[in-house]
């Protein structure tokens, strides 16, 4: 700081006025006024000692503001500046919220570990304040890392704290979202009544609060658990009961009709299985992904080739199937790649 006499309060207001007009900028897009507005007034300010406090508040926003446009070197540098001052004024409750943003920053740059180190230095500050909805916010976040840093004991293990917090009394959404992860957890380690008693939590809370699309997902993470335990009907049951609730979501009601397609298939109903797989890859063309629309034609095409003989539409299908999947780098590639080389050898048995 190059000393000055002390700021005016006029002054004081218009670095203030100064710092929401630029974040306000940014937040519309406009990242090149934003800038310009939120240096002059970081200009102004750090001239001041006295200013540091606005001066930290800047310095998030310009960290922020880089953020938004990708700029994870340039973000990272101003989020250190600002915690470094909120360290140094003793401002915990701003700082914690720093710590989040920077948290996010190494989240979405893939940087796992930084980030989880970031998270755990906000939630012991947030702790230290008494901020119990910001504690479950950031276990949240950090059980989510925890999960897809392959660490699930851990994940589950923090999921649990979540679960059983107070503070998400008042946000059914996300307690909604944390009973469903937990679930989804206990599933892949076939911890399945655990995961059901979980996912029924998650439809009451879902259902409270009028969340059809939550309800449907939630309700299809349920049928895959009877579908894997042979309970064929009941999983049927749940899947349709699931496709109801999404009626205004193509993509969705895609994802489910090849789950159900899959059902009928492991119930010899063949035909209808050819039928409901041929409705999702219709609905799956416009917007669907290249391997969700891979996966589905793949099972189409075995089954038009195992169980209706007909052998070059179901080549055909196969063979689009496995350059698609090729393209995205899929590992199901190869199982598809075999499942051609039986069906030309079944081709070639029909022909001689």
């Known amino acids: 700081h190059s000393e000055k006499s002390q700021a005016s309060e006029k002054l004081i207001n218009h670095l203030r006025n100064l710092k929401i007009e630029g974040a ?24 001041y000692p006295e200013l540091a406090s606005l001066e930290s508040r800047i310095l998030h926003e310009l960290g922020v503001l880089e953020a938004a446009q990708r700029h994870p070197k340039a973000a990272r540098d101003f989020f250190r500046q600002a915690l470094k001052l909120e360290s140094k004024l003793g401002e915990e409750i701003a700082q914690s919220i720093t710590l989040l943003h920077l948290a996010s920053l190494e989240t979405e740059q893939q940087l796992f570990s930084q980030a989880i180190a970031v998270y755990q230095q906000a939630l012991a500050l947030q702790r230290k304040n008494h901020d119990d909805y910001g504690c479950a916010l950031t276990l949240h976040h950090l059980a989510d890392l925890y999960a897809r840093t392959g660490d699930v004991a851990t994940a589950i293990e923090v999921y649990e704290q979540v679960r ?22 206990k599933s892949s380690q076939e911890e399945f009544e655990d995961a059901l008693v979980l996912y029924q939590e998650a439809l009451e809370v879902e259902e409270s609060i009028n969340n059809p699309s939550g309800k449907a997902a939630t309700l299809c993470q349920i049928a895959k658990i009877y579908e ?11 899947y349709q009961n699931s496709l109801t609730l999404i009626a205004d979501n193509p993509l969705e009601q895609a994802a489910t009709l090849h789950h159900i397609g899959g059902v009928k298939a492991k119930q010899g109903n063949f035909d209808e299985a050819i039928e ?26 075995k089954l038009q080739a195992e169980w209706q003989g007909e052998f070059p539409t179901a080549l055909k299908n196969l063979r689009q199937a496995v350059v698609m999947l090729q393209q995205v780098g899929s590992s199901e590639a190869q199982a598809v790649s075999e499942v051609i080389t039986r069906v030309e050898e079944l081709a070639k048995g029909s022909a001689g």
Request: aromatic content about 4%; overall charge negative; cysteine-free.
């Open 228 to 238: 894997r335990q042979q309970d064929l009907d009941i999983a049927l049951t749940l």
């Open 276 to 301: 409901i797989y041929q409705q999702s890859l219709e609905l799956k063309a416009n917007q669907g992904t290249p391997q969700s629309i891979a996966v589905t034609m793949a099972k189409l095409g």
């Open 24 to 47: 306000s900028l940014g937040k519309s897009g406009d990242y090149t006024n934003a800038k310009a507005t939120l240096d002059n007034a970081l200009e102004q300010a750090s001239q």
């Open 164 to 185: 059983v917090s107070e503070a998400y009394g008042n946000n059914p959404s996300a307690k909604a979202a944390a009973l469903h992860q937990l679930a989804m957890l």
